[in-house]
């Protein structure tokens, strides 16, 4: 990841269109062959490596802590140079999943592999089944703690006449254009709700280019690429509204694209709607044949043995089951749980902070899912 992210550099500051090539041709593989749907990559515990195509294990994932940071500033790199929003698609699911699993939520403990599955016996963290404080090559604490304070040097980016809105959160930011030094205010409880609302404040009315991501989740899409797809087509339209002006804006393409004279205190809200969603691997991902995942908005669940005590193994789920979302703010530092009588389940990022047990992000289905 490092590398490809040196090489993405490399391709844009010399001019080689070649290497250029050659990072386009890693990337592809990677998102559409190589990656979990937690966006964890590096299948193979033995060299820290990459697996073939589609070779996508559960319980003996290693999903490398540094290697999904890794991933996040190269993707971020692939960002600056073409302006797409498919990198910043992957980098959400990352940062909300298979990153951010690997700090504790009391921030003291860590993860080196980030499994998709425990057993509760497998000692697949460098010799523990839950995060350890420390360990011999202690790369990933270091990492996260170099990481998360640069997180909000992601949110947004601008070329001459362009603000790009990447990811959403809570913030302030100041952004100086050539001409002009814009203020954005966002307002939202992003990744639990799907409304952001941004204030934007030019020091001086103007005319420049506003683009927000459409995350590819709200659009039908996991992430750029067929290796996962969603059960069920959402028909719910994500909303946008101008100074409280509900505005007919094409919702379907990676951005929406707002060009306007702005002026001091103009208020877009835009509305995603977050229903629990059902997800499908590409067949050829033979750990997950008859298997689905959850998830909600941007963040993928996970069964804990934990809440559903019982025949932890025996749980399956029902292709055509519905769901209810609760808010739960005392549980794990405040989560939202999806449940529907069989199980309940938790954001994934959230699991082994409370002692050690069994822990499944794909679930087995009631019915055999056909080959596509
Ligand atoms: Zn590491």
Redesign the pocket.
């Known amino acids: 990841m490092y590398m490809y992210a040196a090489m993405t550099d490399m391709a844009v500051l010399t001019n080689d269109t070649l290497m250029g090539q050659a990072v386009d041709k890693l990337w592809e593989n990677m998102v559409t062959r190589k990656t979990y749907i937690t966006g964890g990559i590096g299948s193979r515990h033995e060299g820290e490596s990459f697996g073939d195509n589609y070779e996508l294990p559960n319980l003996s994932s290693y999903n490398?802590?540094?290697a999904a940071i890794g991933s996040v500033y190269w993707n971020h790199r692939l960002h600056s140079k073409t302006g797409n929003a498919g990198y910043f698609d992957v980098i959400e699911r990352t940062l909300y999943n298979g990153l951010i699993s690997g700090l504790s939520l009391d921030g003291t403990s860590f993860f080196?592999p980030n499994a998709l599955e425990a057993d509760g016996e497998f000692k697949f963290n460098r010799g523990s089944c839950t995060r350890q404080n420390w360990f011999d090559c202690s790369?990933?604490p270091t990492?996260l703690i170099r990481f998360i304070p640069a997180i909000p040097g992601l949110l947004y980016s601008h070329s001459a006449d362009t603000i790009y809105v990447n990811l959403f959160a809570a913030s302030e930011a100041t952004i100086d254009l050539p001409q002009n030094r814009i203020n954005l205010s966002v307002q939202t409880q992003y990744p639990w709700d799907g409304k952001v609302s941004i204030v934007v404040k030019p020091e001086k009315n103007t005319a420049f280019t506003l683009k927000i991501r459409i995350p590819s989740w709200a659009r039908n899409q996991p992430m750029p690429g067929d290796l996962y797809a969603y059960s069920r087509f959402n028909e719910e339209k994500a909303l946008v509204s101008l100074n409280g002006e509900v505005q007919d804006l094409d919702l379907s393409g990676e951005y929406l694209v707002v060009q306007r004279n702005w002026k001091a205190e103009d208020a877009l809200t835009l509305t995603f709607p977050m229903p629990v969603r059902m997800v499908e691997s590409n067949p050829l991902v033979t750990s997950n044949a008859g298997k689905r995942s959850l998830e909600r908005g941007p963040l993928v669940y996970a069964i804990e043995e934990m809440d559903n005590p019982g025949d932890f193994d025996a749980i399956q789920l029902d292709p055509g089951a519905t769901f209810e979302v609760q808010e739960a703010p005392d549980l794990l530092g405040g989560i939202y749980t999806i449940s529907n009588g069989e199980f309940t389940a938790i954001p994934y990022y959230s699991w082994s902070n409370r002692g050690i047990g069994k822990m499944k992000v794909w679930l087995q289905t009631t019915e055999t899912i056909p080959n596509k």
């Open positions: 490398e802590t540094c080196y790369c990933c990492n």
